[in-house]
């Protein structure tokens, strides 16, 4: 059977890969799936053909049965924590997240807010292939699209109302926000406003060309970002990706600090913060040695797991811990709701900020010292695959985690090289305690991957 969802959803190039009839039908699987009678939210981010996606997929679920109720354009984790809030059956959302512009995805969401877990992604796909369609009367096509406008206010309130909004507006923090022209402008100025923050936006308005920088945000993407954070005197700086679940974190200084680090130290925050909380975080193969260095010795445990969210998000829930994570920036605070989260993430951030009553950049200095490198290699999953294989023999003599791709542990650093679940690229992250070493080895592995 073929296989339509991805990493994180179903993903391709607007009109060229991911068609309004691919969307239609992914509609009509998704309502059979669900069942008639359900209540739905749909929303999507800025990218180009999103409302075009959207109504498609709308008229799929409505073709099935479902009652759907437009939440226009919100940040994912909005979407998903109003889903369950207000009390949806799921949620459907038109997004590509950090993929590059011309892309544009189908991501669904079950009722308790967080997205499908695997199985369930199976049984939508039986039912798209084998087109078992369930299809109303004529006579029960009835009613139309609702609006639901409480989707941000929900939001915003819901953060708010998990940090001490005092401290935060005692210090007088100002925040450079950079929500790469999408949809992280709808929520994150309006949370931080309420916390007492002065904020200065770059790449504030809506635009799917995403103009002022590519919706992934990297050490490449950010770095105007980064300039610009010192330039205006910036506390601390958070650029997110394409739909806002993702952030990452500038300090005052115009460091760029990869969301693992933030992780870090908010999971050390949240330590003191839920004292009940099970000492345990969970986080992806993809991140840093540094993480299990900096929080073992508070007696916190690292749960290492596959790359993607999804599973990351699931098993918080079902065991408990105090955060989930991915280097990449996507960071879960269970309390608010188990997804990744850009304007959560950043209200814990300036807590933790005004708690330790120390400036941003040093908080990072807190942390173990690694020198980061990731690049990205383009080609197909199966060359992908056959690249990893060699990487595995190469280093065959070193510690390897071969949960995902394979991640090679050394002396003084460490690499993972995977197949991207969401694009034809191999990814390649190098960590080693001098920046000249982690660039020969990254140099060393883009040769070896090459040969496939
Ligand atoms: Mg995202």
């Known amino acids: 059977m073929g296989r339509l969802f991805g990493t994180d959803g179903v993903r391709g190039v607007v009109n060229e ?6 969307a239609l039908r992914l509609g009509e699987a998704v309502g059979t799936w669900l069942g008639p009678d359900k209540r739905v939210l749909v929303g999507r981010d800025v990218r180009a053909g999103g ?44 997004t590509a997240s950090h993929n590059p512009p011309q892309y544009n995805g189908i991501k669904v969401v079950a009722g308790d807010g967080v997205e499908i877990p695997r199985s369930t992604e199976r049984e939508i796909e039986e039912i798209f292939f084998e087109s078992r369609f369930r299809r109303l009367g004529w006579k029960e096509l009835s009613g139309s699209v609702g609006r639901e406008d409480r989707v941000l206010k929900t939001y915003v309130d819901g953060i708010v109302g998990l940090v001490d909004r005092e401290a935060i507006a005692s210090w ?21 406003r309420r916390l007492g923050v002065r904020v200065v936006t770059l790449n504030g308005h809506l635009d799917p060309a995403f103009p002022g920088r590519e919706p992934e945000p990297t050490v490449e993407s950010l770095s105007e970002t980064a300039r610009v954070t ?30 693992d680090r933030s992780a870090a130290l908010l999971a050390g925050h949240l330590a003191e913060k839920e004292p009940g909380a099970p000492r345990r975080v969970y986080t992806a193969v993809s991140s840093s040695g540094l993480v299990e260095e900096y929080l073992k010795p508070m007696g916190i445990d690292v749960v290492w797991m596959k790359v993607g969210s999804v599973d990351i998000s699931r098993r918080l829930m079902e065991e408990g811990g105090l955060c989930g994570f991915e280097e990449n920036g996507g960071f879960m605070y269970p309390r608010h709701h188990p997804v990744r989260d850009a304007a959560m993430t950043t209200a814990l951030m300036l807590e933790m900020m005004a708690d330790e009553e120390e400036a941003a950049s040093k908080l990072f200095d807190r942390l173990p010292k690694y020198y980061p490198l990731k690049t990205k290699v383009p080609m197909t999953r199966d060359k992908a695959l056959r690249a990893v294989n060699l990487v595995r023999e190469k280093y065959s003599d070193h510690r390897q985690v071969t949960i ?26 190098v960590e080693a305690k001098s920046p000249d070493r982690a660039k020969r080895i990254a140099e060393e592995l883009k040769a070896l991957v090459m040969k496939a």
């Open 51 to 94: 409302e075009m996606i959207r109504n498609a997929v709308v008229a799929g679920l409505r073709s099935a049965g479902v009652e759907v109720w437009d939440a226009g354009l919100a940040p994912t984790p909005a979407i998903q924590y109003a889903t369950k809030k207000l009390g949806y059956d799921g949620a459907v959302i038109i």
């Open 17 to 22: 890969e991911l068609t309004p009839e691919l």
């Open 404 to 429: 995902d791709g394979v991640r090679v542990v050394g002396e003084d650093y460490w690499f993972l090289v995977r197949p991207s679940g969401t694009e034809p690229v191999l990814r390649i992250m």
């Open 230 to 259: 010192v330039a205006v005197g910036a506390d601390l700086a958070v650029g997110t990706d394409g739909d806002a679940d993702r952030s990452i974190f500038i300090d005052e200084k115009g460091n760029i600090h990869w969301g």
């Open 172 to 192: 007088g923090f100002k925040v450079l926000v950079d929500p790469a022209n999408s949809v992280g402008a709808l929520a994150l100025p309006q949370v931080l």
